[in-house]
């Protein structure tokens, strides 16, 4: 599974950006995807993620209210619509897809894509 993220760049306290993720290849079965972030000198964190039902989401308390994922299977493409931004969201957000497969569990991340909120 390869995955391709866009949508990040620089935008003031207050504002909204939405970030997509591309998927591609083998992607068929029961997957969730999920966007994760990364700030300077800090873990990698769950912000959200969706399972391929596109029925059950789940999101971290920081982002509650203020961003909301979703995903189109038939584009194979997740989204997630981050408003009222704040200078803490300011990180690198990374896809992940995870499935499993005859037994095996497949666990992919993109390259990442910058998110910077200006106070």
């Known amino acids: 599974v390869q995955l391709v993220e866009s949508g990040g760049g620089l935008v003031q306290a207050g504002g909204s950006l939405r970030l997509s993720c591309a998927a591609s290849?083998?992607?068929?079965?029961?997957?969730?995807m999920g966007w994760y972030r990364q700030a300077p000198g800090k873990e990698r964190e769950l912000v959200a993620a969706?399972?391929?039902?596109?029925?059950?989401?789940n999101y971290a308390d920081s982002v509650k209210g203020r961003f909301t994922i979703s995903r189109d299977n038939a584009k194979n493409t997740m989204y997630l619509q981050m408003n009222s931004l704040k200078p803490e969201d300011t990180a690198v957000y990374y896809c992940?897809?995870?499935?499993?497969?005859?037994?095996?569990?497949?666990?992919?991340w993109g390259q990442g894509t910058q998110v910077t909120v200006s106070s």
């Open positions: 969706v399972t391929s039902g596109g029925g059950s989401t």
């Open positions: 992940n897809w995870v499935g499993r497969r005859f037994g095996v569990l497949y666990n992919y």
């Open positions: 290849g083998s992607t068929y079965g029961i997957n969730t």
